[in-house]
């Protein structure tokens, strides 16, 4: 099992920014994905960015469209954190952020319990 642990929302206003951030504990050493997910009121869940790696090889990260450019996803993979740099906020990116964790084959194996972000205009 691994567990994950959101921290860093808030309320801010548009143009602001903020830090999330997701520690993972537990069997750490089965991830190979982690990310971010973020529901709306009234909303279907979305995926917001993604990062993978593996020992052969760097890195990736995937962005949703709509954050693209202003949301930046990066891992201390010796801190088993994992951190959505969000700038540019716009009141549309108020949601609950939810943090994911698995492998390559089951990206979103594990959930965090969510942290609310909330962006007045």
């Known amino acids: 099992q691994v567990q994950l642990v959101e921290s860093g929302g808030g309320l801010v206003q548009a143009g602001d920014s903020l830090r999330l951030s997701c520690a993972a504990s537990?069997?750490?050493?089965?991830?190979?994905?982690m990310g971010w997910w973020r529901q709306a009121p009234g909303k279907e869940r979305e995926f917001v960015a993604a990062?993978?790696?593996?020992?052969?090889?760097?890195?990736?990260?995937t962005y949703a469209e709509s954050v693209k450019g202003r949301f930046t996803l990066s891992i201390d993979r010796a801190a088993n954190t994992a951190y959505l740099q969000m700038n540019s906020l716009k009141p549309e990116d108020t949601a609950i952020y939810y943090c994911?964790?698995?492998?390559?084959?089951?990206?979103?194996?594990?959930w965090g319990q969510g942290t609310q972000v909330t962006v007045s205009s």
């Open positions: 537990g069997r750490t050493g089965s991830r190979s994905t």
């Open positions: 990062i993978t790696w593996s020992t052969f090889s760097a890195s990736s990260t």
């Open positions: 994911t964790a698995g492998s390559a084959s089951s990206p979103t194996n594990y």
